[in-house]
């Protein structure tokens, strides 16, 4: 008997979720945010399926090579830019887009001697204090870029907000004006490009779109936000992860179930088994309660989650038997919710969907 757990990846959805950003963003060009696998679904089915998409963008080299190495033509930024000089000549052969962000980086373009890079964006820190020049160091980067014959001019405008889910912190407003003064004071004219939305902000922040906006966890279907549902936002969601009951045992009242034994079943009960578990990336700390579909139908987990499999209290549901179909997120069940219960973000129980799933494009 081979084992059901597989994440089913629904390539008309993501489809979908990208025209949702598109009309979100007006008239800004999209670069999809497909990092981490494309968020633990899949980086090459992703990207292909991706393809009205304007640009993509990757966290790494290694990723960006993967594209180029399956045919990708389109535009590649890469998020983190780059530390070694070895790294430049890669960049400039599979034509890759940069973000700067350091003056180390600054440095190694002045030392670099080969073809051109394509693209650059410079990233300001307006707030988020992650990566970024600070503000006061911009016009003295601008000035050292606009010497190195490899980077080519006009250099775009970038940055990153820090809050932009909360829809009322006036932090994302004080980001934006700096970022937008910061322009100002060194272009004087209004023709620069510039880039700042995530998914909260083509959604909850109209003034940060500028000229490309950056979806990530949108186009996977997942909300950014904790107040309001994928669905209020018209996303649908990308993956199913799902399995099956993989045995059903009748437990006395007092029982204690799984490790630790830290739940007791207050009565004569079905406890049903099913083939997921933190070794498949369902989450360790999901706690007692965390819904879970068996047939389609919600019950409660049980019991702590173990490597390869968890528990569920099947006492609403007498007619299930071995084999029945099970969801531990996705259609039917958005994936913000079992976020919630293990006290994480739909973000990290995506990406960390194990190599040991198996994956199901349709
Ligand atoms: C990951 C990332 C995004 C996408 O963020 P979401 O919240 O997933 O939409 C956008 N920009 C940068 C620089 C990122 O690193």
Redesign the pocket.
Do not use: Q, T, W
């Given at each position: 008997m081979t084992r059901a757990t597989r994440a089913i990846i629904h390539l008309s959805a993501l489809q979908h979720n990208l025209r949702i950003a598109q009309q979100s963003a007006g008239k800004a060009k999209v670069?999809a945010?497909i990092?981490?696998n494309a968020?633990g679904h899949g980086l090459i089915p992703v990207a292909n399926a991706l393809d009205n998409a304007d640009a993509f963008?990757v966290?790494t080299l290694a990723e960006a090579i993967q594209l180029r190495h399956a045919g990708i033509r389109k535009p590649i930024t890469l998020?983190?830019g780059f530390t070694r000089q070895e790294e430049l000549p890669v960049i400039a052969q599979q034509q890759l887009d940069v973000?700067i962000h350091h003056s180390l980086q600054v440095t190694l373009l002045e030392q670099y001697q080969g073809k051109p890079i394509p693209l650059t964006w410079v990233?300001i820190d307006t707030g988020m204090h992650r990566?970024g020049f600070n503000p006061a160091d911009v016009a003295e980067m601008r000035a050292r870029l606009s010497r190195v014959q490899v980077v080519q001019q006009p250099l775009r405008w970038?940055t990153?907000l820090a809050n932009?889910?909360e829809r009322t912190d006036q932090s994302t407003v004080t980001q934006l004006a700096v970022f937008h003064s910061t322009l100002q004071a060194l272009t004087k004219d209004a023709t620069v490009i510039t880039?700042v939305?995530?998914?909260?902000?083509?959604l909850a922040w109209p003034a940060s779109h500028g000229d490309w906006v950056?979806?990530?966890?949108?186009?996977?279907g997942?909300s950014?936000f904790t107040d309001s549902s994928a669905a209020t936002h018209n996303l649908k969601p990308v993956m199913t992860l799902q399995s099956s009951v993989l045995a059903i045992n009748q437990r006395r009242r007092g029982d204690r179930i799984g490790y630790g034994g830290s739940y007791v079943c207050p009565e004569d009960m079905a406890v049903g088994v099913v083939a997921i578990g933190y070794g498949d990336g369902y989450p360790r700390h999901a706690k007692a309660g965390t819904p879970v579909l068996v047939n389609g139908q919600r019950v409660p987990l049980i019991g702590r989650v173990s490597m390869d499999m968890i528990m569920v209290d099947l006492r609403s549901q007498p007619q299930a038997n071995i084999g029945d179909p099970v969801v531990l997120w996705g259609q039917g069940l958005a994936v913000e919710e079992i976020a919630r219960s293990a006290d994480t973000i739909g973000?990290q129980l995506l990406c960390g969907v194990t190599t040991r799933v198996p994956y199901e494009y349709i």
């Open positions: 670069m945010i990092k981490a968020y963008g966290a998020l983190e973000v990233k990566l970038f990153h932009a889910d880039s939305a995530n998914s909260a902000g083509i950056r979806p990530g966890i949108m186009l996977y997942v950014p973000y």
